[in-house]
């Protein structure tokens, strides 16, 4: 695949070339912002990609025009099966070229491509699942009452949004542009300006799969803008939050971030929002846990893409009459892991290096302020002289208001305390503004769906970690998110129901 740097805009038609009815459809445009940005290596800060191209208002207003243009035209009369025709193609393409998209994602921020290759087969999987819905939203008809019946159809909300963290680059927007396609809207996405390069080839799939122009101007014309992949920080990401045509928009990131996006979505259009957003999950472990099942996922699912997932379980609890055996041998196997580290394209990789030397900072400040605050017993320190490189690292008995116990690190960086009974559990597990995800490791079903039932958090996984199956809805509860994606729930946050009477 060819490495494109420019902005993903569907709809840059020249002038000469329509003169001549030899119609070029520019997909690939430079920003009229004239920015541009460049990303280096976090495994040994070499440079991988310059003069990629950053969008400013102008080229956002372009974007959102180009998707307005095509919501009106033809793209969202499409019947389901016709455009069920064009993500089952665009899926096919993508996992063709999992291993050149994922190898974006390896050099830009040092995700280890035998993680990123399997993520875009996920993304694969998105679109497919997304497919099967393109005809299967129904409506409802209610019984005639005072001569007037009602009928309830689902509607595409039009030109949408989407913004994501770098973490998972690709697979936020397979999360957000599936389903809106699939219902007949258009959609602008901006992918973080840390991992911005392996989104940008996506545009090439997108021509492929036959989004965009045909043979013929009239088609051509009402099928561009159907998708667009803009990169930008966070002010092209406020610009979308904040565009009067912009109608629904659907952001992952940070708490902080996410916040200013609802802000500015209330304030412009009231535009919809879903919001995907970061965690500090608990995980509890019972004395009557499976003791080798909880240790591989508090250490192998833990530092899963160097424990930069939202749905990480950074505050561990584990019942005291466990807690020494167990904490010595999450010891070893994080020592372990320590030695997993290499080239993020090695297939062998396990560890990679933390996405960018901010992101490195930031976690080595959360390691010297960890020392202050609990017993450190594994890591705590860089690794090595090169590259982003984080010792995976567990700090033991925080104070209650530490800050390493409070806040999201976003790194190889896991906490522990202990509990003596149930009830204390769930109160610790609870006693978070955040609200994702959790863990509960027992051998006792009854004691696994009853604390389950009482953790405040958008998902809860007993006896395992991470898990993420698209056809059940994804998402956060309290500061961790407003809405879901995945499944059902997915779909109908880009259809608005409208109830037509009929006397
Ligand atoms: O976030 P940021 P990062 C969270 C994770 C962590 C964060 C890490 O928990 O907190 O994401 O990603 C754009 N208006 N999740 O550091 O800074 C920015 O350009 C509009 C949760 O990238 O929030 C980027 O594209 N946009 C998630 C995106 O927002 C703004 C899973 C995220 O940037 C903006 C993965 C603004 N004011 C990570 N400021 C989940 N729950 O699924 C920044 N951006």
Request: charged share 20%.
């Amino acid at each position: 695949m060819t490495s494109h740097t420019q902005l993903f805009i569907n709809n840059e038609v020249s002038s000469f070339h329509l003169l001549h009815q030899s119609l070029t459809i520019f997909q690939y445009v430079d920003a009229k912002s004239g920015e541009t940005l460049s990303i280096y290596s976090p495994h040994d800060e070499s440079l991988v990609v310059d003069n990629v191209q950053v969008a400013g208002q102008a080229d956002v207003d372009t974007a959102v025009a180009a998707a307005r243009a095509a919501f009106k035209g033809e793209w969202s009369k499409w019947t389901g099966a016709r455009r069920q025709q064009v993500l089952l193609k665009f899926a096919d393409l993508w996992e063709k070229h999992a291993a050149d998209l994922g190898a974006w994602e390896a050099k830009s921020m040092g995700q280890p491509i035998s993680v990123a290759t399997s993520l875009g087969g996920m993304c694969a999987s998105i679109f497919r699942y997304y497919a099967g819905w393109t005809d299967k939203v129904l409506g409802e008809q209610y019984p005639e009452n005072e001569g007037i019946y009602k009928v309830v159809q689902y509607e595409p909300i039009g030109v949408c949004a989407g913004i994501g963290a770098w973490n998972g680059s690709q697979l936020f927007f397979a999360m957000k542009a599936a389903p809106a396609l699939a219902v007949g809207c258009t959609f602008i996405y901006k992918g973080s300006e840390k991992s911005p390069v392996g989104l940008l080839q996506l545009g090439e799939l997108v021509k492929e799969a036959g989004f965009p122009p045909g043979r013929h101007e009239k088609l051509i014309r009402q099928l561009l803008g159907v998708v667009n992949i803009i990169t930008g920080d966070g002010r092209a990401g406020s610009v979308l939050a904040s565009h009067m045509d912009v109608n629904k928009i659907s952001f992952t990131g940070s708490v902080f971030a996410g916040k200013k996006v609802q802000e500015l979505a209330a304030k412009s259009n009231l535009k919809r929002v879903v919001l995907e957003l970061g965690g500090k999950s608990p995980s509890l472990i019972f004395e009557d846990a499976d003791i080798e099942n909880a240790l591989n996922h508090t250490s192998q699912n833990f530092l899963f893409n160097t424990g930069q997932a939202c749905v990480a379980a950074s505050r561990t609890f584990i019942h005291e009459s466990i807690a020494p055996r167990f904490i010595e041998q999450l010891k070893a196997r994080f020592e372990g892991f320590s030695q997993t580290t290499g080239s993020p394209l090695d297939p062998k990789t396990f560890l990679g290096p933390l996405v960018d030397v901010k992101q490195f900072e930031r976690v080595m400040n959360y390691l010297e302020i960890g020392k202050s605050e609990a017993e450190l017993v594994t890591g705590g320190t860089r690794k090595g002289d090169t590259g982003f490189y984080v010792e995976p690292t567990i700090f033991l008995n925080p104070k209650d208001d530490a800050r390493i116990y409070r806040e999201e690190i976003f790194g190889p960086v896991i906490t522990l305390r202990t509990f003596k009974t149930e009830e204390e559990a769930v109160q610790l597990a609870n006693d978070t503004e955040y609200g994702l995800s959790a863990c509960v490791f027992t051998s006792s079903m009854s004691r696994g769906l009853r604390v389950a039932k009482q953790i405040e958090s958008g998902g809860v996984n007993i006896n395992t970690s991470q898990v993420f199956q698209l056809e059940a809805p994804f998402g956060g509860s309290k500061q961790s998110g407003i809405g879901r994606e995945g499944g059902k729930q997915g779909i109908m946050h880009y259809l608005e129901p409208k109830t037509v009477n009929i006397k």
